[in-house]
Structure formats: structure tokens, C-alpha cells
């Protein structure tokens, strides 16, 4: 039986910069993944970090490569009609940006730090089972190199993502869940190509949504809506060009680079919030938890979010014995996990091509509010807002 103070089940973003905050404070941590480091560096996600986790990875002093490599931007366009519209984000929310930087590179840079360090970091672990949560003895059971280990903890942090076993070893009846599915799913590709525009392009069409994206001045990263039910191999790449182009067309000629594809595949879209993010000595955070569709870029920097909530109420605990923080996780949490969910979905409803909408509706009021989006100040700063992270303040209330 070996012993730590935190143990972290998953090394994605939340799990690695859980543990990277907690090692700073001197606390112990053991992460334990069960998938290798090569295939954990290399998969291909997200890529717009918003401003609060860009401070935070610098802060946290893996932050070296991002400032070098990473792309600022400080607006987006949103095209409809065959017209872009540029929402300047920064000038809307007082100097804010964002920036794109692949999800896997923020992954290596975190590895990077952990081995460095010399904490504890597993890969290819298996069968990672979950014992007593409900007292205060929670154990992490698991194998490792053949060998079988038992992990004594103080508190668990279920960082495992969506398809985890944290959040399904909870008992029945715990968990409220609320999700939402949609009919549409994302085709993405990385291209071996220079970007064609300077800034994100969000693309409303009829053929359905586009989105032009990048990790480099060499490296473009484009989505095409699909439906979920599509199978990659009818996508040879002529014909994700043919359609990209198409669908991001303008009324004066745009004209999109295509090249080499590095990576492809197809990304269901859900909405999902499992209720409370806590239980016994057991904490969720990120993908574990919750997941957003991509439209709003959110899932990433949420599960940021989640971790660094988590390890303040920590800290706390550990140095003073004062528990409020962790108590007050869950309701800290979902304020961010919550803000997002609409946003996310408001994107999605906003740009996507609906699967119903027989009179056509659906699509004439995705174009006024595309429309009252570009031309209202008030409107296009929300969706600034939103989009380079919103920092919950205090709710005011009548005196
Ligand atoms: P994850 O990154 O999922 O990390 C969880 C880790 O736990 C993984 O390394 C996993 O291997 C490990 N694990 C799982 N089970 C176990 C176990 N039993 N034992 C030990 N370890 C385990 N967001 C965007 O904003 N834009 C996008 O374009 C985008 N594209 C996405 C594409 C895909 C295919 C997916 C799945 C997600 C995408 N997301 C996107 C969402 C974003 O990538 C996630 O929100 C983010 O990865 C969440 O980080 P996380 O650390 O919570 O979870
Ligand atoms: C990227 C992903 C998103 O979900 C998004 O909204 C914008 C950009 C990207 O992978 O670059």
C-alpha cells in the first residue's frame, strides 16, 4: 500500500494542472493515467485558450513555450450571407485576448514539468477502481507494470474525463445529470497549410456551420458540421475542401488554401452537467464532470477553471483545516460550468444548419441574431465576454 495526500485519477488538463498547483503549495500528489504519454501528447483537441488559463499556465511557470509559440488574437470573425463581421474582442472587454495553442501542447508542457519536478506520474495504468469515497479513507486501486498497488489518499480528484470511471463509481441516486444531445456532429481536420484569414472565422451557411482555425503560420485547424451518424471514410479529402470552400464563400470570392491532412475525425456534440461535483472525499473536475459543445470553446478552459477552485479549497484545508472552500466546490464551480452551458449551446443553435426546420424559421432567426450580434454594441460585447471568459463577480441584490 503506498500513500499520497491527493490522488489524481487522469492526466488531462485538469488532472496535470491540478497537480502542477498543488505541487507548488508542497502538497503530494500521485496522477495515475491510463493511456501513454505518446498517445496523451499527440491527441488533437482543443485550441483557443482564454485569457485567465493563458495567466495561469504562465503563472504556474509553463507558460515559456505558449508566450513563444502561441497565436494572440484579439477578435473573431463571424460570417453569414455570404459577409464576415469582425467582433473586436479585446476592444470590448478591456484588453483581453485570446490565444491558439494546440490542447496537446499544453498537455507536453505540463508532462514536461511534472517528470522535472520528480512527483509522481503513471501511465498505462489499469483497472483504476475507486474505495471507499464515503468515509474518510478513500483508496485508488490499480495496475501497474503487472503489479497490482493500492493508493491511500486523503482526497481523490476524479479528473478522468467523460469516458472515466470517477464519475460512474459514484452510488445511485448521488448524481443529478442534465444533458442535452444535438443532431449534429463536428468533422475537424489539421492541415498542413498556412491559414487563409488572420483571425477565427465562425461560418453560418446553408450547406451547415464551418469554422477556420490554426495552431501556426503553417498549421490551419478547420470543423465542418456533419451529422453524428457520418462515417469519416466517406471524407476523402477533396471533398472536406470542396465543402469547406463552399460553405465559406463570401459574395466576393473567398478563396481557402487547402493542403496535406495531418489528422481527421468526427466529434459528437453533447451537453452534459452531472450534479454535485463532489462526493464524500471525492472531487470532479473538467470533462469528468461536464462537456460543452466546442462551438464556444469553452471545454478546456473550464476544466482549468474547475481545478484551480479545487486546489485553492486545498490549500486551505490543509493549512488551516478550514473546509469552507472545499464545502463550497460544487456551488463555486457551477456558476463558470453554467455561464458556459448557455453560452456553448447559444453558439451551437446560432450557427449550425438545424435538422428540422421545414418552413426555414430556425434559419431566419439564426441571421437576426447573427445580424443583432454585429451591430449592436451591447450584443457583441456579451458574446466578447463570454468568449475570452467570464470571471463570475458577486450577484448584486436589492439593498
Ligand atoms: P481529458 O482531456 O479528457 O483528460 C482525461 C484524462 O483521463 C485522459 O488523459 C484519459 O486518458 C484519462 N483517463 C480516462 N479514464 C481513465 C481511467 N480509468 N484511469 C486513468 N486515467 C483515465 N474543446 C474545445 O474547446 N474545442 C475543441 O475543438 C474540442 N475538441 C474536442 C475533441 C474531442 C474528440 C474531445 C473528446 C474533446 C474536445 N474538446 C474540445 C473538449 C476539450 O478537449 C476537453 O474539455 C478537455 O480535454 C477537458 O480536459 P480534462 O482534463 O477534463 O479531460
Ligand atoms: C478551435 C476549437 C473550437 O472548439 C473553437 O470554438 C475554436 C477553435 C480549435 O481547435 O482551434
Known sequence: ??????????????????????????????????????????????????????????????????????????????????????????????????????????????????????????????????????????????????????????????????????????????LTVYEREYPHAWLGILADVAPSTEELIYCHSDRGFALHSMRSPEVSRLYLQVDPDEDIADWPDERIWEELQRRFDTEDGWTLRSGPTLEKGITPMRSVVAEPMQHGRLYLAGDAVHIVPPTGAKGLNLAVSDVRYLAAALVEWYRSGDDSGLQAYTATCLRRVWRAQHFSQWMTSMLHRPQHDPGGYERRLQLAQLEYVCSSGAAAASLAENYVGWEPSPIPSRA
Open 1 to 174: 500500500m503506498s500513500r499520497t495526500q491527493v490522488g489524481i485519477v487522469g492526466a488531462g488538463p485538469a488532472g496535470l494542472t491540478l497537480g502542477q498547483l498543488l505541487h507548488r503549495e508542497g502538497i503530494e500528489t500521485i496522477i495515475l493515467e491510463d493511456r501513454s504519454r505518446h498517445y496523451v501528447e499527440h491527441r488533437v483537441r482543443a485550441g483557443v485558450l482564454e485569457q485567465g488559463t493563458v495567466d495561469l499556465l504562465t503563472e504556474l511557470g509553463v507558460g515559456e513555450r505558449m508566450r513563444r509559440e502561441g497565436m494572440v488574437h484579439h477578435g473573431i470573425e463571424l460570417r453569414f450571407g455570404g459577409r464576415g463581421h469582425r467582433i473586436p474582442l479585446s476592444d470590448l472587454t478591456g484588453g483581453r485576448a485570446i490565444t491558439l495553442y494546440g490542447q496537446q501542447e499544453v498537455v507536453k508542457d505540463l508532462i514536461a514539468a511534472r517528470l522535472e519536478s520528480g512527483a509522481p506520474l503513471l501511465f498505462e495504468v489499469d483497472d483504476v477502481g475507486l474505495h471507499g469515497v464515503e468515509d474518510d479513507h478513500p483508496v485508488i486501486r490499480y495496475r501497474h507494470d503487472g503489479a497490482e498497488d493500492e493508493l491511500a489518499c486523503d482526497v481523490i480528484a476524479g479528473c478522468d474525463g467523460y469516458h472515466g470511471i470517477c464519475r460512474p463509481s459514484l452510488p445511485d441516486g448521488v
